[in-house]
């Protein structure tokens, strides 16, 4: 489990190898991507939180997959409030956009471990 025990499932696509950002794989379980959800008090503003990303079989990431449903498990507690289910976002890696997403739903990790 992270530090803020926010756990969500999310779909999520990455920019094609050709575009600017990642020309590699990311392994499930890592923190290289971060999240960037608008912000709740002005549309105009984003907020940026991380989370270690896994897929369902431990598969890596590729640039330039289309849909893939990931496990998201949150480090910030401010997740809660902006991981909900329907709230879409943008991934980050290296100061640029490689990709969007959307929370699918929130897991209650004790149950869902069972």
């Known amino acids: 489990m992270t530090g803020s ?8 696509g990455l920019s ?16 290289s991507l971060l999240l ?3 912000s709740l008090d002005d549309p105009d503003q984003q907020t940026t939180i991380g989370a270690v990303i896994d897929t369902p ?3 890596a990431i590729e640039p330039g ?3 893939v449903t990931v496990r998201l498990s949150f480090w910030a507690a ?16 290296a100061g640029q956009a490689v990709g ?7 897991i209650d990790e004790v149950a869902d471990s069972i």
């Open 5 to 12: 025990g926010h756990v969500a499932e999310a779909r999520i």
């Open 16 to 31: 094609p190898a050709s575009a600017p950002g990642p020309q590699f794989s990311m392994p499930s379980g890592g923190r």
């Open 36 to 38: 960037e959800f608008r």
């Open 57 to 59: 079989d431990g598969s």
């Open 65 to 67: 997959i289309t849909v």
């Open 78 to 93: 401010q997740a809660q409030v902006y991981a909900t289910p329907g709230a879409k976002f943008l991934l980050w890696y």
């Open 100 to 106: 969007q997403g959307q929370v699918l739903r929130v």
